[in-house]
């Protein structure tokens, strides 16, 4: 079991998850029907007009140029109160009329069955997993070509799209900010509704949609960085200093006393627990929906008249 119960989600064969080559090559495959069917175009559409989504948990950019959200945004009165930033679904179909792509970002958030499956991915990977679904016009890019910083897994769920590989930087200190040449393509990929797409953590990419358009869910996959682990282990060794040490005042004796700091913290006992603790707190794993305290039962508990009593 362990990780390939994971990949087993998305995969449609096992066979074809025994491909997968971690971190260091693309690899195109089959999609389980669960993930192919988590988003539609009908879904979209229902979340735009009565998901009550807002302003960033949706955007609009053109060939990866964002369009300012007051563009396709709106204020709604709901009572007495104001919500602004709300979807407003007749400019965003507007816009992507023109050449726009949709996001729709941190589905699982809204979504109870992307929920499910990032809730499963996460637990089994120990990774933080989070999605976000593009839906691109006819013949255009949705981005620019660049990096991402997550591992990447692509489910076409409509349309096609076709996928422009770069280079895969060498070594764990590439900037995000550094996009890939365009002499750099390695790989092109087309995608059709139920195929997908690994791409691997830093692996530049950019996706042209074809001629009917394009619906697809990226599910992102981020372990802990062990930066982040180096973190928290430092969050840990700093509780165990008191609140007020310094340094002495001037420099003569600090390396010293640098010194003897180091060697306290070697002495210090790590906690595996607490550090275990403190990198799970990084996955932010959706939690099951029902946490409400009490069952609703259906019927009255006596002594007061229900309702259908009072009928003539
Ligand atoms: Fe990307």
Redesign the pocket.
């Known amino acids: 079991m362990g990780v390939a119960s994971a990949w087993a989600r998305l995969f449609a064969s096992p066979k074809e998850a025994e491909r997968l080559d971690w971190g260091r090559s693309p690899l195109g495959f089959t999609t389980s029907d669960e993930a192919r069917s988590l988003i539609s175009r009908r879904s979209v559409e229902t979340w735009l007009a009565y998901g009550n989504l807002r302003y960033p948990q949706f955007g609009l950019s053109h060939e990866g140029a964002a369009l300012h959200p007051n563009a396709y945004t709106r204020s709604m009165v709901v009572g007495e109160h104001r919500h602004t930033g709300c979807a407003h679904p007749d400019r965003i179909a507007a816009a992507i009329e023109q050449g726009a792509t949709l996001t729709l970002s941190g589905v699982e958030n809204w979504d109870g069955d992307v929920a499910r499956l990032c809730g499963e991915l996460g637990r089994t990977l120990a990774a933080r997993v989070q999605t976000t679904a593009f839906l691109t016009p006819p013949g255009h890019f949705g ?1 620019m070509p ?3 910083g997550t591992h ?1 897994f692509v489910i076409q769920a409509e349309g096609t799209k076709r996928w422009i590989l770069y280079d895969l930087p060498a070594g764990e200190d590439w900037d995000l900010a550094d996009p890939p040449g365009e002499d750099a393509v390695t790989e092109e990929i087309e995608l059709r509704a139920g195929e997908g797409l690994y ?1 691997p953590l830093g692996m530049g ?1 950019r996706a042209l949609a074809g001629p009917e358009g394009s619906l697809h869910l ?1 599910v992102m996959v981020n372990p802990p960085r062990l930066g982040e682990v180096v973190q928290a282990w430092a969050a840990q060794v700093q509780r165990t200093f008191g609140r007020h040490e310094h340094l002495p005042a001037g420099r003569e004796d600090r390396i010293a006393a640098l010194l003897e700091t180091l060697r306290r913290i070697q002495e210090t006992p790590i906690d595996l627990a607490v550090l275990a603790a403190a990198v799970e707190s990084t996955l932010s794993i959706p939690e099951p929906a029902s946490r409400l305290p009490w069952p609703l039962g259906s019927g009255s508990d006596g002594g007061v008249k229900g309702a259908a009593e009072l009928l003539p």
Do not use: G, N
């Open positions: 981005s660049h990096r991402d990447v791409v990419h990226s």
